[in-house]
């Protein structure tokens, strides 16, 4: 059975860095697509990055160049290095999986919609 375990949040001051991490147990955690994934209250969840098996990966343009995602397949875990946050990243932030992410050009695409397992979930503040 797929469990996600997230740590790493917190609360920090605009321009702050955090970093999560996303432990995954019970599957063969390299052969499947991983995402993060962000809701904010009022709002819809919405992705945030996601890596596939081969290392390739897509970014929110709101994160691009500020957020960082990769993998340690030993450890089989997800991190997401956020560096510059803005009190707009202020949300929620879950780490999911799934077997398959890409689009039909064959893109990594961090679609909650494709995503099946989820963790709990770990909250970041973000003060102005």
């Known amino acids: 059975q797929v469990h996600l375990v997230e740590s790493g949040g917190g609360s920090v001051q605009s321009g702050g860095s955090l970093r999560l991490s996303c432990a995954a147990f019970?599957?063969?955690?390299?052969?499947?697509?991983m995402g993060w994934f962000r809701q904010a209250p009022g709002k819809e969840r919405e992705g945030v990055a996601a890596?596939?098996?081969?290392?390739?990966?897509t970014y929110a343009d709101s994160v691009k160049g500020r957020f960082t995602i990769s993998q340690d397949n030993a450890k089989n875990t997800l991190y997401l290095q956020m560096n510059s946050l803005k009190p707009e990243d202020t949300a929620m932030y879950y780490c999911?999986?799934?077997?398959?992410?890409?689009?039909?050009?064959?893109?990594?695409?961090?679609?909650?919609?494709?995503?099946?397992?989820w963790g709990q979930g770990t909250q970041v503040t973000v003060s102005s």
């Open positions: 890596m596939d098996s081969d290392g390739s990966t």
């Open positions: 999911a999986a799934t077997i398959f992410c890409r689009d039909e050009l064959g893109a990594v695409v961090a679609d909650p919609e494709q995503y099946n397992y």
């Open positions: 019970g599957y063969t955690y390299s052969s499947y697509c």
